[in-house]
């Protein structure tokens, strides 16, 4: 479909706050986006969206659990659009507290209904112990999902993470065996040769099983990540530069790798 | 108090009267005590002349509010007995005079409003407020230092602003003191400290706020008065800058709800920490920053809508303050009916729900055909609200409960609080001489400073801190993949524009003279700033001090106040916002006086901001500004116990030439890195460039440093002011040189390959020390 013609959502409750960067980068690369209130979102409904995302924030203050709250909210108050929206191939991106929120639901890791409301992971809190602010290396694990389209297998990027429950805990051994035999493993954090970081910190900040920083579901069109992509789109926003910044960071061709599938639907 | 002075009033709602008149001065200082008035025997009996009939128990505890140093600032507004005659308000005499003077054309809105403004850009005004929380941080860390942090992004809110940035610089005693030294009612630091730390991080990070400046200091001066100061900043179109309260208009709570956490918090600041402070924890308020976030969402689509006339947070004094400030600006009155306001408990009584300093709470005035929309999108937003009353043209403040009246007060009254007098006496640091062996180690001394608490990586603190949400931060506290501290930070608030907010700081709490101490400060924040490419900087003052009511405590705030307006003036940086916590003083006696200047500049484009990271081997390492003798109260100094010694002696006209000279080199692109010389001199600045670059050092002759000392040691750590340490290009060093023609500073070494910090000292002894060692001193890894 065109471009021009196809919408993007960026969801949002109390305590969200990462929606308007989001609608930033997606306005930027052409998409037309909104940014919804859960209220609102179960008013209109899904259906005129080809991208959902769930952005970055403090959730209802992930009191009990990082995503928890809202993770409970969505499946009960959304839960059939959602599950429609997913069947239907349509996009669906969390970032952060997003990613925790898509785990809470039951949408990722994604082995059984689209959004069965029953977690089958976690992200517990950081082995440090504490909130990590970082830039982090990322390898490219797989390309098995339409985010990771633009960029190449193995590559390595630079994004930063901001959060204090980012360690990807799963149910059983086995799960951990099926992800990777199903290239369902997306991105890794990597040492600077571009090797998992082996659990080693800070490069892996949180502790995450396998270097997991995001993973995506069974047919790929719903991922989920720690770090914030939308905070490496451009290259003022880059850590360090010699000079002149580069116009872009690394974090625009995950959404790029967005676009050109919506491009296609 | 004598019984028989009270009487009740009323049962339903239940308030007392207090028989003024019947009461001798001892009467009236109980009852200032056991009601927690915290007002002075002279302010008492001006309260007892003024009321003829005898006042509630409500419109008393109005006036504890309203006339509490915190909301008022008496001390900084009434009359200094010196030596050499009397001052008259140090805040017009020093502070806003520069101001007045300096009379800036792009200064938007000072000293009037909750938060200074500026012009960013033709559009756009920038908004920046720091608060001090001190008090409640000592008694209840995490929520003291989270709900400071609220309070003064709601102070942004109150101003129409879109909060985009926190900071905070925090003062704490040092975290190994021993238990068994405190005495009662001292908590150790190292609790104050964490909580502190993490209750700064959970109101900036839930919020979606970066923190992105600050700073940590250590030292046993604040082992019973920790310092938690908060900033916070904020962006809005010039155009919905709206404060036009009407007759007519509805005023309308909105937020939280209002309990008996934070009762008394003004008071509260407005006394010394004394052993019983631990039963005032009920003075600290709750934080919950998830309100918060819904309120802000909720205020600004207010704003854009444009749908109140007037806005305020609710601070110090909570619903009194906030509702007879907002009338009495506007010239007009106001009857709130309290009866409507939601509680989080019953049975609280009128005084307490009218004083309560619940967090999470603004106050807007709506027209009245404009409420439906305000209250339509405070629902959207999960916002619980209320229409205290409606402005009118009274002039005055009445308070109604169940239809009674249990307040009824002249606002002009009330905001006239008699004028007070403080005597001070004025101490000049006269310096001891010093005797130290010139150390035959540099390296040693070098490694060891950069490992002393105060000088240190903060890198603990700052990661756990959230420096990149809003996707907005060009220049980060922490530079680059080594985490080298940054001297400013560099925020790009307009999606649309590569105009950029700089915003620093500067405090030299250690400098034994108050007038070079807030010389220096000013002259830091400034240099901060300009050392990453800010220009037209503006300051705001935050004073931390003992009870001003003891002479030397009021004696060196004068002459600090002095200093405000000699360096405002010759750095030509006007005060736009400032605040004062005075009191400070503990069973360990008073704080430290502190200085914190926070400095807001701007930069035409962010992409052109320098940083501290080397950039290119071979190029030229320069040191401007003139280095010497001046260790006074240095890192060095102190690390070696030693008092005594010449305090650094800003030089304003010559540091603001050079700042000059500094910008225009960086917008001819001829500067390629730069670090400001402060704690630890040219050594520690030189150290940590090479600690920000992964794979560069810098190599320097300490006898090329334009100096008026020949000793080693004093070259490399003196503190002196107005210096910086600048990389230029190589192929551009005869522009610079011609830029910096007649001020001090030379060329001192070059940038060379491999990350180290290479020195010859004045005996020709050479020196190299590989960043690997002192990254391990530095950062501790």
Same mark, same amino acid.
């Given at each position: 479909?065109?471009?021009?013609?196809?919408?993007?959502?960026?969801?949002?409750?109390?305590?969200?706050?990462?929606?308007?960067?989001?609608?930033?980068?997606?306005?930027?690369? /052409?998409?037309?986006?909104?940014?919804?209130?859960?209220?609102?979102?179960? %008013?209109?409904?899904?259906?005129? #969206?080809?991208?959902?995302?769930?952005?970055?924030? +403090?959730?209802?203050?992930? #009191?009990?659990?990082?995503?928890?709250?809202?993770?409970?909210?969505?499946?009960?108050?959304?839960? %059939?659009?959602?599950?429609?929206?997913?069947?239907?191939?349509?996009?669906?991106?969390?970032?952060?507290?997003?990613?925790?929120?898509?785990?809470?639901?039951?949408?990722?890791?994604?082995?059984?209904?689209?959004?069965?409301?029953?977690?089958?992971?976690?992200?517990?809190?950081?082995?440090?112990?504490?909130?990590?602010?970082?830039?982090?290396?990322?390898?490219?694990?797989?390309?098995?999902?339409? +985010?990771?389209?633009?960029?190449?297998?193995?590559?390595?990027?630079?994004?930063?993470?901001?959060?204090?429950?980012?360690?990807?805990?799963?149910?059983?051994?086995?799960?951990?065996?099926?992800?990777?035999?199903?290239?369902?493993?997306?991105?890794?954090?990597?040492?600077?040769?571009?090797?998992?970081?082996? /659990?080693?910190?800070?490069?892996?900040?949180?502790?995450?099983?396998?270097?997991?920083?995001?993973?995506?579901?069974?047919?790929?069109?719903?991922?989920?990540?720690?770090?914030?992509?939308?905070?490496?789109? #451009?290259?003022?926003?880059?850590?360090?530069?010699?000079?002149?910044?580069?116009?872009?960071?690394?974090?625009?061709?995950? +959404?790029?790798?967005?676009?050109? #599938?919506?491009?296609?639907? | 108090?004598?019984?028989?002075?009270?009487?009740?009033?009323?049962?339903?709602?239940?308030?007392? @009267?207090?028989?003024?008149?019947?009461?001798?001065?001892?009467?009236?200082?109980?009852?200032?005590?056991?009601?927690?008035? =915290?007002?002075?025997?002279?302010?008492?009996?001006?309260?007892?002349?003024?009321?003829?009939?005898?006042?509630?128990?409500?419109?008393?505890?109005?006036?504890?509010?309203?006339?509490?140093?915190?909301?008022?600032?008496?001390?900084?507004?009434?009359?200094?007995?010196?030596?050499?005659?009397?001052?008259?308000?140090?805040?017009?005499?020093?502070?806003?005079?520069? @101001?007045?003077?300096?009379?800036?054309?792009?200064?938007?809105?000072?000293?009037?409003?909750?938060?200074?403004?500026?012009?960013?850009?033709?559009?756009?005004?920038?908004?920046?407020?720091?608060?001090?929380?001190?008090?409640?941080?000592?008694?209840?860390?995490?929520?003291?230092?989270?709900?400071?942090?609220?309070?003064?992004?709601?102070?942004?809110?109150?101003?129409?602003?879109?909060?985009?940035?926190?900071?905070?610089?925090?003062?704490?005693?040092?975290?190994?003191?021993?238990?068994?030294?405190? *005495?009662?009612?001292?908590?150790?630091?190292?609790?104050?400290?964490?909580?502190?730390? =993490?209750?700064?991080?959970?109101?900036?990070?839930?919020?979606?706020?970066?923190?992105?400046?600050?700073?940590?200091?250590?030292?046993?001066?604040?082992?019973?008065?920790?310092?938690?100061?908060?900033?916070?900043?904020?962006?809005?179109?010039?155009?919905?800058?709206?404060?036009?309260?009407?007759?007519?208009?509805?005023?309308?709570?909105?937020?939280?709800?209002?309990?008996?956490?934070? &009762?008394?918090?003004?008071?509260?600041?407005?006394?010394?920490?004394?052993?019983?402070?631990?039963?005032?924890?009920?003075?600290?308020?709750?934080?919950?920053?998830?309100?918060?976030?819904?309120?802000?969402?909720?205020?600004?689509?207010?704003?854009?809508?444009?749908?109140?006339?007037?806005?305020?947070?609710?601070?110090?004094?909570?619903?009194?303050?906030?509702?007879?400030?907002?009338?009495?600006?506007?010239?007009?009155?106001?009857?709130?009916?309290?009866?409507?306001?939601?509680?989080?408990?019953?049975?609280?009584?009128?005084?307490?729900?009218?004083?309560?300093?619940?967090?999470?709470?603004?106050?807007?005035?709506?027209?009245?055909?404009?409420?439906?929309?305000?209250?339509?999108?405070?629902?959207?937003?999960?916002?619980?609200?209320?229409?205290?009353?409606?402005?009118?043209?009274?002039?005055?403040?009445?308070?109604?409960?169940?239809?009674?009246?249990?307040?009824?007060?002249?606002?002009?009254?009330?905001?006239?609080?008699?004028? &007070?007098?403080?005597?001070?006496?004025?101490?000049?640091?006269?310096?001891?001489?010093?005797?130290?062996?010139? *150390?035959?180690?540099?390296?040693?001394?070098?490694?060891?400073?950069?490992?002393?608490?105060?000088?240190?990586?903060?890198?603990?603190?700052?990661?756990?801190?959230?420096?990149?949400?809003?996707?907005?931060?060009?220049?980060? *506290?922490?530079?680059?993949?080594?985490?080298?501290?940054?001297?400013?930070?560099?925020?790009?608030?307009?999606?649309?524009?590569?105009?950029?907010?700089?915003?620093?700081?500067?405090?030299?709490?250690?400098?034994?003279?108050?007038?070079?101490?807030?010389?220096?400060?000013?002259?830091?924040?400034?240099?901060?700033?300009?050392?990453?490419?800010?220009?037209?900087?503006?300051?705001?003052?935050?004073?931390?001090?003992?009870?001003?009511?003891?002479?030397?405590?009021?004696?060196?705030?004068?002459?600090?106040?002095?200093?405000?307006?000699?360096?405002?003036?010759?750095?030509?940086?006007?005060?736009?916002?400032?605040?004062?916590?005075?009191?400070?003083?503990?069973?360990?006696?008073?704080?430290?006086?502190?200085?914190?200047?926070?400095?807001?500049?701007?930069?035409?484009?962010?992409?052109?901001?320098?940083?501290?990271?080397?950039?290119?081997?071979?190029?030229?390492?320069?040191?401007?500004?003139?280095?010497?003798?001046?260790?006074?109260?240095?890192?060095?100094?102190?690390?070696?116990?030693?008092?005594?010694?010449?305090?650094?002696?800003?030089?304003?006209?010559?540091?603001?030439?050079?700042?000059?000279?500094?910008?225009?080199?960086?917008?001819?692109?001829?500067?390629?890195?730069?670090?400001?010389?402060?704690?630890?001199?040219?050594?520690?600045?030189?150290?940590?460039?090479?600690?920000?670059? *992964?794979?560069?050092?810098?190599?320097?002759?300490?006898?090329?440093?334009?100096?008026?000392?020949?000793?080693?040691?004093?070259?490399?750590?003196?503190?002196?002011?107005?210096?910086?340490?600048?990389?230029?290009?190589?192929?551009? @060093?005869?522009?610079?040189?011609?830029?910096?023609?007649?001020?001090?500073?030379?060329?001192?070494?070059?940038?060379?390959?491999?990350?180290?910090?290479?020195?010859?000292?004045?005996?020709?002894?050479?020196?190299?020390?590989?960043?690997?060692?002192?990254?391990?001193?530095?950062?501790?890894?």
């Amino acid at each position: 479909m065109k471009l021009k013609q196809a919408k993007a959502c960026v969801l949002r409750v109390g305590g969200t706050n990462c929606d308007l960067e989001i609608k930033a980068v997606l306005t930027e690369l /052409g998409i037309n986006t909104d940014v919804l209130h859960m209220n609102q979102a179960i %008013k209109r409904g899904l259906s005129e #969206y080809q991208m959902l995302v769930f952005p970055g924030g +403090f959730s209802y203050g992930d #009191y009990v659990r990082a995503g928890a709250i809202w993770g409970k909210e969505v499946v009960t108050r959304l839960g %059939k659009d959602l599950e429609r929206f997913i069947d239907e191939e349509k996009l669906v991106l969390g970032i952060c507290n997003g990613f925790q929120v898509l785990v809470e639901t039951g949408a990722l890791p994604g082995d059984g209904a689209s959004a069965s409301g029953i977690p089958t992971a976690v992200l517990a809190n950081n082995n440090s112990a504490k909130y990590e602010c970082r830039w982090v290396r990322l390898k490219v694990e797989s390309k098995k999902t339409p +985010f990771t389209s633009a960029l190449n297998k193995d590559q390595v990027i630079a994004v930063p993470v901001g959060h204090g429950e980012g360690r990807l805990v799963l149910q059983s051994e086995g799960m951990l065996e099926d992800l990777i035999s199903e290239r369902r493993v997306v991105f890794r954090y990597a040492l600077e040769d571009g090797s998992p970081a082996g /659990g080693k910190y800070p490069e892996n900040p949180n502790g995450a099983i396998f270097d997991i920083a995001g993973i995506c579901n069974k047919k790929g069109n719903v991922m989920g990540m720690m770090p914030h992509p939308e905070r490496a789109f #451009y290259g003022w926003q880059l850590p360090s530069w010699g000079g002149e910044p580069p116009e872009f960071g690394d974090g625009k061709a995950i +959404f790029e790798g967005a676009i050109a #599938y919506i491009k296609k639907m | 108090m004598r019984k028989a002075l009270i009487k009740k009033a009323s049962d339903s709602p239940e308030v007392y @009267t207090i028989n003024l008149r019947g009461a001798d001065d001892e009467d009236l200082m109980q009852i200032s005590g056991e009601m927690g008035l =915290a007002l002075s025997l002279a302010e008492m009996k001006a309260l007892k002349k003024r009321f003829a009939k005898a006042p509630t128990d409500v419109e008393l505890q109005t006036f504890g509010q309203t006339w509490s140093e915190h909301c008022i600032h008496k001390t900084f507004r009434g009359d200094v007995v010196t030596e050499r005659g009397v001052v008259s308000n140090l805040l017009k005499s020093y502070i806003a005079k520069a @101001t007045n003077e300096l009379n800036k054309p792009w200064c938007f809105s000072v000293f009037e409003d909750n938060a200074g403004l500026v012009e960013f850009d033709k559009c756009t005004v920038a908004a920046a407020k720091v608060e001090t929380h001190n008090h409640p941080s000592a008694v209840e860390p995490f929520g003291g230092a989270a709900t400071g942090v609220g309070g003064v992004i709601r102070d942004i809110l109150g101003v129409w602003g879109e909060p985009i940035a926190v900071s905070d610089v925090l003062c704490f005693g040092p975290l190994d003191a021993k238990q068994e030294e405190l *005495p009662p009612g001292v908590k150790h630091p190292k609790y104050i400290y964490k909580g502190v730390v =993490a209750g700064v991080g959970s109101y900036g990070n839930n919020m979606g706020l970066p923190t992105v400046s600050g700073a940590v200091i250590f030292d046993r001066q604040y082992t019973g008065n920790v310092i938690v100061y908060c900033g916070a900043f904020g962006v809005l179109p010039k155009e919905k800058y709206i404060k036009d309260t009407r007759e007519g208009d509805l005023a309308v709570l909105a937020g939280g709800k209002t309990g008996r956490d934070g &009762i008394h918090g003004v008071t509260f600041a407005s006394a010394d920490l004394s052993e019983e402070a631990e039963s005032l924890r009920s003075a600290v308020q709750i934080p919950n920053p998830l309100v918060e976030e819904r309120l802000r969402r909720a205020t600004l689509r207010i704003r854009d809508g444009r749908l109140a006339t007037g806005v305020t947070d609710l601070g110090g004094g909570g619903v009194s303050c906030a509702t007879g400030e907002m009338a009495y600006r506007s010239g007009l009155g106001l009857t709130v009916d309290i009866g409507k306001m939601h509680l989080k408990e019953p049975d609280l009584a009128p005084w307490e729900i009218w004083v309560s300093e619940s967090q999470e709470r603004m106050l807007y005035s709506v027209p009245e055909e404009k409420f439906g929309s305000v209250s339509e999108i405070l629902e959207e937003e999960e916002i619980e609200h209320c229409v205290l009353g409606r402005f009118d043209k009274s002039g005055r403040l009445r308070v109604e409960m169940g239809k009674k009246v249990v307040c009824d007060l002249d606002l002009e009254t009330l905001y006239s609080p008699p004028k &007070i007098t403080r005597k001070a006496k004025e101490e000049v640091y006269h310096p001891k001489r010093v005797e130290l062996e010139e *150390p035959k180690d540099l390296e040693g001394e070098v490694l060891s400073l950069l490992s002393e608490p105060n000088l240190r990586s903060r890198e603990s603190v700052i990661r756990t801190y959230d420096h990149e949400v809003r996707a907005a931060t060009a220049i980060k *506290p922490l530079q680059g993949p080594e985490g080298g501290p940054n001297d400013a930070a560099v925020l790009k608030p307009l999606s649309d524009s590569w105009m950029g907010l700089v915003i620093s700081c500067g405090l030299n709490p250690f400098l034994p003279d108050a007038y070079w101490m807030a010389a220096a400060s000013i002259e830091e924040a400034v240099r901060n700033n300009v050392a990453v490419g800010g220009r037209r900087v503006a300051i705001l003052d935050n004073f931390v001090w003992g009870n001003p009511e003891k002479e030397d405590r009021m004696g060196s705030l004068l002459r600090a106040c002095e200093a405000c307006y000699d360096f405002s003036k010759a750095l030509d940086v006007p005060f736009i916002s400032g605040k004062d916590s005075l009191y400070n003083e503990s069973p360990l006696g008073p704080v430290r006086p502190t200085l914190l200047i926070t400095g807001i500049g701007i930069i035409p484009d962010v992409r052109k901001a320098v940083t501290t990271e080397l950039k290119g081997e071979g190029n030229p390492v320069y040191v401007i500004g003139m280095t010497k003798d001046e260790l006074g109260g240095s890192a060095y100094y102190r690390s070696k116990g030693l008092d005594g010694g010449e305090v650094p002696k800003a030089n304003g006209p010559m540091a603001k030439a050079v700042m000059n000279a500094l910008t225009t080199s960086m917008d001819m692109g001829i500067v390629r890195s730069c670090h400001d010389v402060s704690e630890g001199g040219i050594g520690l600045a030189a150290a940590e460039m090479a600690i920000s670059s *992964p794979r560069r050092g810098i190599k320097m002759d300490l006898k090329r440093i334009p100096s008026q000392t020949k000793r080693s040691d004093s070259i490399i750590f003196s503190e002196s002011t107005g210096r910086f340490l600048v990389e230029a290009d190589a192929g551009r @060093t005869e522009e610079f040189d011609k830029i910096f023609y007649g001020l001090p500073g030379a060329k001192i070494g070059e940038v060379v390959d491999g990350s180290r910090l290479a020195f010859m000292d004045m005996g020709g002894k050479e020196y190299s020390i590989d960043s690997k060692r002192l990254r391990l001193a530095w950062r501790g890894y």
